[in-house]
């Protein structure tokens, strides 16, 4: 029986894009559930980047053409001496940048009742995140600074819509991820970009790689295990380089000095009431990398 030999349809893009940060997000639960089921102590968030940029140009694109330029402007790059990842995205340069920084509280009371499986999710919170992100995209903000552990992992799709909207960088600590009895403090880094004509964006997760003492000791009293991230990562928007640092890595001198020589900012999302301790840490790591630095903490 001879087989009816059916023709592809000929199209080039599906009538609704999967952007980068779709993927992102789905490759970041695909990973999160791997690490609890094979009980990893420790996490790779950069493992999929290959396989999501595949996915990407496979779900978007028919299979009669091919796009020059797809994800030109969206590079992901390794250092193996070091151990850090490179993440570029837009290939523009502007002169002058304007940082907006987050002003607000962050409640323990939350991450009591994250753990135990009781998250906040109430309108309240989602209104005062969406004002901040919102008044900065009012004062024509290129980057957003928000503190560590702060918005809530489902809302980063919404908000990565916004931010490829208005072509916003947003760097943010998220609520810490449940899965299991696995606990993963990530921050999200989401980076804006132009393909094919459309605004779109990037996201990434740095995925904290040293735990503060207090935190852990929490996290381990309802018998959860943290997940510690492997490495660091430097990126790069509109000509602009800068590495990010959750909160206690910043306690690391060999940390927070490999990337001197190569960032114009570095960027540290906080939780913590040593704040003291941590300016200190701020003002010498200005000199001693001769950069800008940024610093986002607890209004409280």
Avoid at 40 to 47: A, G, H, Q
Avoid at 85 to 93: I, S
Avoid at 118 to 129: Q, S, T
Avoid at 196 to 224: Q, S, V, W
Wanted: proline fraction near 4%; aromatic fraction near 16%; include cysteine.
């Amino acid at each position: 029986m001879l087989e009816k030999k059916v023709d592809l349809p000929d199209y080039i893009y599906y009538p609704y894009i999967v952007t980068m940060y779709d993927l992102a997000i789905f490759y970041a639960v695909k990973q999160m559930l791997e690490a609890y089921e094979a009980d990893y102590t420790e996490l790779d968030m950069f493992d999929c980047f290959e396989e999501q940029k595949d996915a990407y140009i496979r779900i978007n694109y028919g299979p009669k053409h091919t796009i020059d330029g797809a994800l030109d402007a969206c590079r992901i790059f390794y250092d193996e001496d070091d151990y850090y990842y490179g993440v570029k995205a837009n290939n523009g340069k502007k002169d002058k940048l304007t940082y907006a920084i987050a002003n607000t509280q962050l409640f323990h009371s939350n991450f009591d009742l994250l753990l135990k499986d009781m998250p906040n999710r109430k309108y309240p919170r989602y209104e005062e995140a969406s004002s901040i992100i919102n008044s900065a995209i009012k004062e024509n903000s290129d980057i957003l600074v928000m503190p560590e552990s702060y918005l809530p992992f489902e809302w980063l799709q919404t908000v990565a819509r916004t931010c490829a909207k208005n072509q916003m960088v947003l760097v943010s600590g998220v609520e810490h991820v449940k899965v299991g009895n696995c606990i993963f403090n990530l921050t999200a880094v989401i980076l804006p970009y132009q393909e094919e004509n459309f605004n779109t964006a990037l996201m990434t997760f740095h995925l904290k790689k040293h735990y503060a003492p207090d935190e852990k000791r929490e996290i381990e009293g309802y018998r959860l295990m943290p997940i510690a991230g492997k490495h660091y990562e430097l990126y790069c928007w509109n000509d602009c380089w800068f590495p990010i640092y959750c909160c206690y890595e910043l306690a690391s001198i060999q940390d927070r000095a490999i990337f001197q020589s190569y960032a114009d900012v570095l960027i540290a999302v906080e939780w913590n009431k040593d704040t003291n301790y941590y300016s200190n840490i701020m003002e010498s790591l200005s000199r001693d990398l001769h950069c800008y630095c940024v610093q986002v903490n607890s209004s409280k």
